[in-house]
Each structure stands twice: as C-alpha cells, then as structure tokens.
C-alpha cells in the first residue's frame, strides 16, 4: 500500500450543521438490507453483503442525481474509502463494486449536485451541534469532490470554490528506514496521527456495522498501516507506516509457502491495492459449498486508516479471490 497523496482531511469537531429550513430533504434508494440489522448480520462475507446492496437496474436510471448523491453517501460500504492508503485508491476501489457510484461518475450534472450537498450540509453552521453521520457526510463529500473524475466535470469556478471549502494544511511525512530481519534497508514515513478523537469514534462505528462479523481489536490511526503492521511491529506504539513491504519478501526474511499456517504473513496480491495481515488460525476441513479457503483463515489486519480488525480473509474490504492470496513465513 501507498502513502496517502494528500493530507487526510480533518473533521471540525465543533462543526454545526442543518439544512437551511427553505430545503426540502431529498430522498434517496432505500437498501433493502441495511447495517445492524440480523438479515445484514446473517451475510457471512463482504461480497454477499455488497450484492445485497447494489441497486437494481431499473431502479438506478429513475434516480434523479440528488437522490443518487444521497444514495451513494448512504453505501454502507462508502467507509471503504478509508481502507486504503489514499482516498484515490479507496474511492476507486469502491466505484469499481457499486454501480450507484459508477451511475453517479456517468451523470453530467454529478459535480454540481455534490458541491450544492456539501455546501448545503456546510453553510448553516452554528446552529446546532453536529450528529457522527453529517459529519461522517461532510467528508466524505470533500474525498469525492476531490477526485478527479468528479473535478473535471466542475468549470473553473466550481473547482475554485471546492479547493477553498476543503482546504487543509499541507504536512510533511519524515522519511526513515526500518531494517528487515536480513538487514534490507525499508523506507517508513512518520506520518503522526491526523484523525481527531471524533474522526476515530465515527470511523471505528462504521467498521463494525458495515462489517458485524469481524471484531475490530484497535481504533483507526494515521501512525501506521497494513505493512508496517504485519512486517515491521504489531505495537500499538508502532509510528511507521510502510509503503513497499517488498523486501521483506524477497531478500529471503520471509519464504513463500503454498498455504496458510499461524502466524505466517497473508499478502493480498491485487494491483496497486496490495495489502497484508497476519494468519491467526487457520480451520480444517474444507470450506462450505460455495465458499472459498480464504473463508477457513481468520487474519488480522490494519486496514489503512480504519483500525485493527480481526476477521476471516475473505471478509474484508481487500478480498477477490484465493488465487489473489500469497502466504510468507
């Protein structure tokens, strides 16, 4: 995984938000299966929950775009975006399995109608309190008014405006090396915790109720991710975060092996969204019908600047298939 490309938007905690009194609440799809319920609990995986959540064609081309905004921005997968080690990877990661969000991408008048939510959401400050969700809306307005794919269909005013309203501070990373059991030198970056006590509180919510069968062990952070975890130190003191694990794979630390065993590394092998756990058990017998091996290995891993989460392989927000998965030890 890579290094965030942009500094991590802050949530402003003593942000108040309403809709101005004049607006009328747009509505959205309503999922059939949503986030604490025991139909969305009785889903053994993420990818049987994300089917359940797709919007059905006929469905998805009645949309106005408002509805559409409202229905992407109630994904329960959405969280996902943070799972990753930019918003860039995370939002393509998302687009690429919810077709709310890749109808939303094809729709003209997307950029206008996020900007018009954000700045609806934003500019009636101080009138009350912020609930956990407007805020959690707020940002993720700003991650997906910041995408490319969303930017180029603003006129240069629009993109004016949008670069002001979520303009953050730029922080630098200090860049040293940590060392692999062979003496490689890997490069780390110290990039200090950039997530407020409310970010975590929201944050950590949202992993537990979009994902209900994975225990979550320690609360979202900015000091370290997957790699650094898995490779470098377990600590929760651990201030490094690891952008290329690779020699730690190939200077002979760690041996490839052909399946998972406790404590050996899992490398999720999918293209510029790699990622890596530790095996914590591993169940015999083979798996149930339809079910793949990665469904018999419980893992733990940091998932980017989501915390640390217990879960089986294959129930996570990184998971394709076996062929995807590599084990060291």
Known sequence: MKLFKRALPVFLLAISLVAPASAEKVGGYEYPVKPGTTEWKALESKMERQKVSQIPEDVLEQLSTEELVETVLDYPFLID?????????????????FNGLKELLKREDAASKL??????????KGVKKASSDEMLD????????????????????????????????????AAIYVKTPKGTKVEVLQLGERL????????????ERAYPRTTLLRSATTNYNCHSYAWYS?????????????????????????????????YYDVRGNEHTGIVTTVYSGPPAPGKDQASMIKVKSKWGQLGLVEHMADD?????????????K
Do not use: H
Not at 116 to 122: N, R
Not at 196 to 207: H, T
């Open 81 to 97: 975006m943070y799972a990753y080690d930019s918003f860039e990877q995370g939002f393509s990661a998302v687009s690429s399995n």
């Open 138 to 173: 707020l940002k993720n307005l700003e991650i997906i008014l910041e995408q490319s794919e969303i930017k180029e269909k603003l006129s240069p005013n629009e993109v004016e405006e949008v670069e002001e309203l979520t303009e953050e501070p730029k922080r630098a990373a």
């Open 234 to 266: 377990t600590s929760s003191s651990n201030k490094y975060w690891m952008n290329d694990p690779g020699a730690y794979m190939t200077d002979g630390s760690y041996k490839k092996r052909s399946s998972a065993s406790g404590d050996s590394k899992i």
């Open 115 to 124: 900007l018009e939510k954000y700045k609806v959401t934003k500019e009636s």
């Open 196 to 207: 407020s006590s409310a970010e975590i509180k929201a944050l950590d919510r949202e992993v």
């Open 316 to 328: 996570c927000p990184y998971y394709t298939s076996d062929s995807d998965l590599e084990f060291y």
